[in-house]
Nanobody, 122 residues
Framework: QVQLVESGGGLVQAGDSLRLSCAAS????????MGWFRQAPGKEREFVAA???????TMYGDSVKGRFTIIRDNAKNMILQMNSLRPEDTALYHC????????????????WGQGTQVTVSS
């Protein structure tokens, strides 16, 4: 099993930046990639970004391209750097982990974090 713990959410104003972090523990050797999804009230869960642990290949959702960046820090946490935030970015952001490349392509997540709330005021 893998456990994912998010941190870094909060309340910001439109145009601000925010940095989310996801720490993985447990059987982390099974992880191929990690990423982020988000879900706003009354809306479907939306893919945000993913990054492979080896090679660093990345994928982004269309609504965040050019504003969000997914990176891995020296402590091996998966970071979501969010710039130029908009009110429509308000959502509960969940860290995700995948055990295979096929899982990433199908958005078939193997492990989920509990989520961290991001609220962007206008």
């Amino acid at each position: 099993q893998v456990q994912l713990v998010e941190s870094g959410g909060g309340l910001v104003q439109a145009g601000d930046s925010l940095r989310l972090s996801c720490a993985a523990s447990g059987r982390t050797s099974t992880i191929f990639a990690m990423g982020w999804f988000r879900q706003a009230p009354g809306k479907e869960r939306e893919f945000v970004a993913a990054r492979s642990l080896i090679g660093g290949s990345t994928m982004y959702g269309d609504s965040v391209k050019g504003r969000f960046t997914i990176i891995r820090d020296n402590a091996k946490n998966m970071i979501l750097q969010m710039n130029s935030l908009r009110p429509e970015d308000t959502a509960l952001y969940h860290c995700s982990a995948y055990n295979s490349p096929g899982g990433v392509e199908r958005f078939d997540v193997d492990y989920w974090g509990q989520g961290t709330q991001v609220t962007v005021s206008s």
